[in-house]
């Protein structure tokens, strides 16, 4: 059984499907079908229950998906490690980023990483916090940066703790007012980010804690669309601090979101007891320089 085959396997799995992991893998649907098949044959077990709209992993199945990406996990730690031998005058660090937060937190690091390592080539991904988990778990990625609490698969160095904010209408009853609760906004709509984003759950855990569940105005993975639909009237929307007040923009206003415990803690995450590289333990050296976590 070949890695490239593993590979694919999970890919199907976390696209939730052959047409979506085929691009993935860079592969045409009956290729990756095929492989699927492959393995099936090979072990003499079904992986994958095919009668429903998205392929859903059998008994067999959930134990070779697991298998698949500790494997691939190991696959890409012996790489690293072999590149260290080597030195940090080259490299590399797959580093994986959400798009919430990164131009405000990590652009100077890269600035500073560079200047101090300029062989290290980083591969960057963008995706929700979710996404990033997974890959990282799978060996794709070697560190992310995610939203804090994480569960005990993870190692973690906090980055930076941020407060929310609330943006609402200029014209909104509540504009005007310099706090505001969740439960003040029961009767507002909520502009949500795409699914992924883990600032989602933190605002809707928020919201059912005071009570009601938030109606979904729309979504989007663009601060900056998300502040015009809040300004044209649409709903409110829930940003760090930091960047709502960067956002700020006429037919806006901007509060603090009185509610105790609810924050934005970015932290960088890599596979609890996984190998971390050279290049990643200077990022981590870095980014202790800059932030002070």
């Known amino acids: 059984m070949q890695l490239r085959t593993l590979r694919i396997f999970v890919e199907v799995v976390r696209q939730g499907g052959f047409s979506a992991a085929a691009k993935v893998v860079f592969a045409t649907q009956p290729t990756v079908s095929k492989a699927v098949q ?27 998906f697991r298998r698949a990406q500790a494997i691939l996990a190991a696959r890409e730690d012996m790489l690293r490690e072999i590149d260290d031998l080597r030195g940090l005058r080259r490299g590399e660090l797959r580093l994986g980023l959400p798009p919430l937060g990164s131009a405000e937190l990590f652009a100077p690091l890269f600035a500073a990483y ?9 591969r960057l991904v963008e995706h929700g916090a979710k996404r990033l988990e997974a890959m990282l778990l799978g060996g794709e990625m070697e560190m992310i940066a995610t939203l804090l609490p994480l569960d005990d698969a993870f190692a973690w160095q906090a980055v930076r703790r941020e407060p929310l904010a609330v943006l609402i209408p200029a014209d909104h009853p509540l504009a005007g007012r310099p706090r505001i609760g969740f439960a003040d906004l029961r009767e507002t709509p909520f502009i949500l980010f795409e699914g992924g984003f883990a600032l989602n759950a933190v605002i809707t855990a928020a919201c059912q804690r005071a009570g009601f569940t938030p109606v979904e105005a729309a979504r989007s993975a663009q601060v900056s669309f998300i502040c015009a639909l809040v300004a044209a009237g649409l709903g409110c929307a829930v940003l760090p601090r930091m960047i709502a007040e960067r956002r700020e923009q006429t037919g806006v206003h901007l509060a603090e979101l009185d509610a105790e415990g609810v924050d934005w803690h970015m932290a960088l995450a890599w596979r609890r007891g996984g190998y971390l590289s050279d290049a990643a333990r200077a990022w981590l050296t870095l980014a202790h320089g800059i932030y002070g976590a």
């Open 114 to 122: 560079r200047q101090r390592y300029p062989g290290v080539e980083i």
């Open 38 to 64: 492959q393995m099936e044959d090979e072990l003499g077990v079904i992986l994958l229950d095919r009668t429903g709209h998205r392929p859903v992993l059998t008994a067999a199945g959930d134990i070779v």
